[in-house]
Each structure stands twice: as structure tokens, then as C-alpha cells.
């Protein structure tokens, strides 16, 4: 699909959310196909969340298919808080991704009738609408926190509230677990399109092609490291992943990053409450 027909769709349907979900519902794009890179990519959480079993653990932007919580729970943990800010994810969207994993992990994975069924069979608690910014939740009252391809859709601003708020949250000792998408997500309609596509646009035409329900605020890996350096964690881990060329004109305001910079498309980061 030619990502600027994409970006016109959006914008049509974002007026009405109920929609633009029941079009992806009937196109099937809701649904998650559990491949072996998104699978390990998920599982990550559940590997790192071993180093503070049992506990609580919290999900922000969990998004529809409830993956990472599904193995979360399944690696032990006592509860797991999904937090959104729109209600997107259903029984049936939650079914598919446990059917995926009947064949990839040990266990029964009974399907769930509702999301007390959900709770009750996965210790999983779907908080939304419900906001990170300020979970209201107590003081140091969680041991794991992740997030997946989450964070590329916030503004700036918004992330420095959304970690401030893991850091207060977080116990001594809990590990913070993020993984950031930085591509241009077009990308992933539009197979003609270049992963870093958005390079070309200054700021002002950016606003244009980029509607609140596909936001993407283009930050890069420094970015992300300074917003994560600014809270009270020890970042003991983080990893670059880099193409070898970009092949893009750049916009002004691309112009003062590192080359290295602009050829990471994507990067995991882990903190830990010391």
C-alpha cells in the first residue's frame, strides 16, 4: 500500500477510532503472526524479568496481543499491569497470541472468555483507558517494567513523564526493560519505502504526514540515551542495531546527528533501580 494513501486513510478514520479498528478487525492486520524474531524479541522481557522472579511486573502501550504479558506470566510473575491509553486489545486479539504459543512454550494456555477470565487464568490486569504518565500507583510497588516499539509513538515531553514515572514506581533492584523502533513505520505498509524515509521532511511538512494515530516523533538512538540518562537508574545494557547506509536526503534538522546515528533503525535499553 503507498504509504501516502496510508497516511490519507488515517487521517479519514482517525475521527472515528471504532473504525479504524473495525477495519483492521476485517483486514486481519489486528492480528498477531508470532514469527521466530518477534517471539525472541518478546521473550527478551520474560529472560530479563528472571532476575527479579517473583514480582510484579508493568506493561506500558501493550497495544492488542498482549504478547510480552502473556510471557511474563509465563516466566512467574506474581501480577503484570498492562497500562494503554485506548482500550485496543480484545479475547479474541489475546486468544490468537496464545494459540501461537501452545506450540513454543510448555504449559496448558487455556483461552480466556473475558479479561476477569484473563486475570483470573494469567494474573494479567488490562488497565485502559489508562494513563503511564501517572499510573497511581504506590512508590516503589513494581519489580519489572517493559515496553516494545511503544515509545517511537510519544512526544518527547511525554517520555521524560512516562519514565519518570517507572523510576518512582520502580523497587530497588527492578529492572527496566525498552525496546525502540526507530524506523519510519511506513516503512512496514510501503515495501518500496526506505526504513529512514522520514529523514526528507523538516518539521513543518513532517506535522502533515504524520497523524495523532500513527505519531511518530522521529527522535533518534542520542535522544533516547539522554532522556534515559536523565533518570535516577544505572543503565547497565544497551544495544544498537545499525544498517550500513541510509540513502535518504537530509532535512535541516537531521543534518547534526552522527552518521552512526542515523543508520541505527532500532535499539533495546535495560536500567535497574539501584
Known amino acids: 500500500m503507498d504509504w501516502r494513501l496510508k497516511c490519507a486513510a488515517l487521517y479519514a478514520l482517525g475521527s472515528a477510532p471504532w473504525l479504524y479498528q473495525a477495519v483492521q478487525r476485517a483486514t486481519g492486520s489486528a492480528f498477531l503472526a508470532v514469527t521466530d524474531t518477534y517471539f525472541k524479541l518478546h521473550q527478551r522481557h520474560a529472560t530479563l524479568y528472571r532476575r527479579v522472579h517473583p514480582g510484579r511486573a508493568l506493561e506500558f502501550g501493550g497495544g492488542r496481543h498482549f504478547l510480552s504479558p502473556l510471557l511474563l506470566s509465563h516466566a512467574g510473575a506474581t501480577e503484570v499491569l498492562v497500562y494503554d491509553l485506548e482500550r485496543l486489545s480484545s479475547p479474541a486479539l489475546v486468544n490468537h497470541t496464545?494459540?501461537?504459543?501452545?506450540?513454543?512454550?510448555?504449559?496448558?494456555?487455556?483461552?480466556?472468555?473475558?479479561?476477569?477470565?484473563?486475570?483470573?487464568?494469567?494474573?494479567?490486569?488490562?488497565?485502559?483507558?489508562?494513563?503511564?504518565?501517572?499510573?497511581?500507583?504506590?512508590?516503589?510497588?513494581?519489580d519489572f517494567i517493559c515496553s516494545t516499539s511503544t515509545l517511537e509513538h510519544i512526544p518527547p515531553d511525554d517520555i521524560r513523564r512516562i519514565l519518570g514515572e517507572c523510576a518512582r514506581v520502580a523497587r530497588r533492584g527492578a529492572v527496566l526493560s525498552h525496546v525502540v523502533d526507530y524506523q519510519d513505520h511506513y516503512s512496514y505498509a510501503d515495501k518500496t519505502l526506505s526504513p529512514f524515509n522520514f529523514y526528507r521532511y523538516s518539521e513543518k511538512t513532517w506535522r502533515w504526514l504524520n497523524p495523532p494515530n500513527h505519531f511518530q516523533n522521529r527522535l533518534r538512538h542520542s535522544d533516547y540515551e539522554r532522556l534515559f540518562a536523565e533518570q535516577p537508574l544505572t543503565t547497565i545494557e544497551t544495544r544498537p542495531w545499525r544498517m550500513n547506509e541510509i540513502r535518504v536526503p537530509l532535512a535541516a534538522a537531521f543534518r547534526r546527528y552522527d552518521p552512526l546515528d542515523l543508520m541505527t533503525y532500532s535499539a533495546y535499553f535495560v536500567q535497574e533501580r539501584a
Do not use: C, H, K, M
Open 98 to 142: 496464545i494459540r501461537q504459543l501452545r506450540g513454543r512454550l510448555s504449559g496448558s494456555w487455556p483461552e480466556v472468555t473475558d479479561f476477569d477470565d484473563l486475570a483470573l487464568n494469567y494474573r494479567i490486569r488490562y488497565l485502559a483507558p489508562a494513563d503511564a504518565r501517572n499510573t497511581g500507583l504506590p512508590d516503589a510497588s513494581v
